[in-house]
């Protein structure tokens, strides 16, 4: 009997069929790890999105399939590695990244979009009216007052920003103005740039912010929480009170936002490490989102410190270095400016109070008023 003949696949049909396996096998093998419950890492800066609730109106909208194709989007293994293959082409080989929010720098230097070209709702005159506005309403009452505005990181570092990749910025153009105005109200300002630039000048290796995070590091907040403190109690520093020594790990923001998450490792401060404060919550009767909550600190030492309750208005360049300012002084209050902002109540509902700081990072300054922020706050010395 004459055997049959045989029919032998090409090389190309062999790769035809490996790709339609590893096709398949990259449905199915992660649709099974989705129902089996696996859940990968979101590297990005940000939270997951959480599995909806099924309603009639979001059904019948299309909010409730939007946000069911986002939670799978999030959920769905390899997609961490994904994300990460993706930033990484991005970043390393075309040079960008995969974040609007995020600009790159020189070499690995990130920027925040906002802070390179950022938002500015009146001029410097206007801005400064109205910290005139809420200081002379505080000294009427007693109250010292102190602004302040902590500069942009390319401000200090503008050598790291990439050449045309923003244009001159409407606070670029407004800088000098607002150094000289808050130079000029040494009772009620504090002007950081000279100091700052002084530092970087003295020791250029020295951190003072972060190449892949929009803040600063502690070693830069150093020299603007010495000014705060010398303004509102001269002679209470002391520099013998600040250890500087090993290494602190912290997580970058812009690093997380493009997908390739990243630890940068800086030198780790502590201010009067044998003072522990004491902590309390204020409930501040209504829901707010820029912040955890309301803490309220008291400092027992027989140290030196800014006398009584201070109530601070602050953002994020201070939020990340609380826990080095709370020990120079007796008391604080802290409220977010952004909860303040939207939910202005909140300052009937907090403590007397003695001294009045209100920070601001220079990319929102010239977007915030200080007096109207504070109007119910004010509103109370009448």
């Given at each position: 009997?004459?055997?049959?003949?045989?029919h032998?696949?090409?090389?190309?049909?062999?790769?035809?069929?490996?790709?339609?396996?590893?096709?398949?096998?990259?449905?199915?093998?992660?649709?099974?790890?989705?129902?089996?419950?696996?859940?990968?890492?979101?590297?990005e800066?940000?939270d997951?999105?959480?599995?909806?609730?099924?309603?009639?109106?979001g059904v019948?909208?299309?909010?409730?399939?939007a946000?069911?194709?986002?939670?799978?989007?999030?959920?769905?293994?390899?997609?961490?590695?994904?994300?990460?293959?993706?930033?990484a082409?991005?970043?390393?080989?075309?040079?960008?990244?995969?974040?609007?929010?995020?600009?790159?720098?020189?070499?690995?230097?990130?920027?925040l979009?906002?802070?390179?070209?950022?938002?500015?709702?009146?001029?410097?005159?206007?801005?400064?009216?109205?910290?005139?506005?809420?200081?002379?309403?505080?000294?009427?009452?007693?109250?010292?007052?102190?602004?302040?505005v902590?500069?942009?990181?390319?401000?200090?570092y503008?050598?790291?920003?990439?050449?045309?990749?923003?244009?001159?910025?409407?606070?670029?153009?407004?800088?000098?103005?607002?150094?000289?105005?808050?130079?000029?109200?040494?009772?009620?300002?504090?002007?950081?740039?000279?100091?700052?630039?002084?530092?970087?000048?003295?020791?250029?290796?020295?951190?003072?912010?972060?190449?892949?995070?929009?803040?600063?590091?502690?070693?830069?907040?150093?020299?603007?929480?010495?000014?705060l403190?010398?303004?509102?109690?001269?002679?209470?520093?002391d520099?013998?009170?600040?250890?500087?020594?090993?290494?602190?790990?912290?997580?970058?923001?812009l690093?997380?936002?493009?997908?390739?998450?990243?630890?940068?490792?800086?030198?780790?401060?502590?201010?009067?490490?044998?003072?522990?404060?004491?902590?309390?919550?204020?409930?501040?009767?209504?829901?707010?989102?820029?912040?955890?909550?309301?803490p309220?600190?008291?400092?027992?030492?027989?140290?030196?410190?800014?006398?009584?309750?201070?109530?601070?208005?602050?953002?994020?360049?201070?939020?990340?270095?609380?826990?080095?300012?709370?020990?120079?002084?007796?008391?604080?209050?802290?409220?977010?400016?952004?909860?303040?902002?939207?939910?202005?109540e909140?300052?009937?509902?907090?403590?007397?109070?003695?001294n009045?700081?209100?920070?601001?990072?220079?990319?929102?300054?010239?977007?915030?008023?200080?007096?109207?922020?504070?109007?119910?706050?004010?509103g109370?010395?009448?």
């Amino acid at each position: 009997m004459t055997d049959l003949p045989r029919h032998r696949r090409s090389p190309g049909s062999w790769l035809d069929l490996l790709v339609s396996v590893g096709f398949v096998l990259g449905l199915v093998v992660p649709g099974i790890a989705l129902l089996a419950g696996f859940r990968p890492a979101i590297i990005e800066n940000r939270d997951p999105a959480a599995l909806p609730t099924v309603g009639v109106d979001g059904v019948a909208d299309g909010s409730f399939f939007a946000a069911l194709d986002r939670f799978v989007t999030d959920s769905f293994p390899l997609r961490t590695q994904a994300v990460a293959i993706q930033a990484a082409i991005d970043y390393r080989v075309l040079g960008g990244t995969t974040n609007p929010d995020v600009m790159r720098g020189t070499g690995d230097w990130l920027f925040l979009t906002g802070e390179l070209r950022p938002r500015c709702d009146f001029d410097v005159d206007t801005l400064l009216a109205s910290v005139d506005e809420a200081a002379t309403a505080l000294e009427r009452a007693g109250k010292p007052f102190r602004y302040v505005v902590v500069p942009d990181k390319h401000s200090i570092y503008p050598e790291q920003v990439l050449p045309g990749s923003a244009a001159a910025s409407c606070t670029d153009a407004q800088r000098a103005r607002l150094q000289a105005g808050l130079q000029a109200r040494p009772g009620i300002a504090i002007e950081l740039w000279t100091e700052l630039l002084a530092a970087k000048q003295r020791d250029p290796s020295v951190p003072l912010y972060y190449v892949q995070d929009a803040h600063w590091t502690a070693l830069g907040a150093t020299v603007g929480i010495r000014a705060l403190v010398e303004s509102l109690a001269p002679g209470t520093w002391d520099d013998a009170e600040v250890v500087v020594g090993g290494d602190q790990r912290h997580s970058s923001d812009l690093a997380k936002l493009i997908g390739l998450p990243r630890v940068e490792v800086v030198p780790r401060v502590q201010m009067r490490p044998e003072v522990t404060p004491n902590k309390r919550l204020i409930d501040p009767g209504v829901d707010i989102t820029n912040s955890r909550d309301i803490p309220w600190f008291t400092v027992a030492t027989d140290r030196p410190l800014v006398p009584g309750r201070t109530l601070f208005v602050y953002d994020s360049f201070f939020a990340t270095q609380m826990t080095l300012i709370v020990p120079w002084f007796e008391e604080s209050v802290w409220v977010h400016e952004g909860d303040l902002f939207n939910q202005p109540e909140i300052g009937l509902v907090l403590p007397e109070f003695d001294n009045v700081v209100f920070q601001r990072i220079e990319r929102s300054a010239l977007f915030t008023d200080p007096a109207s922020d504070l109007r119910e706050v004010l509103g109370r010395l009448r």
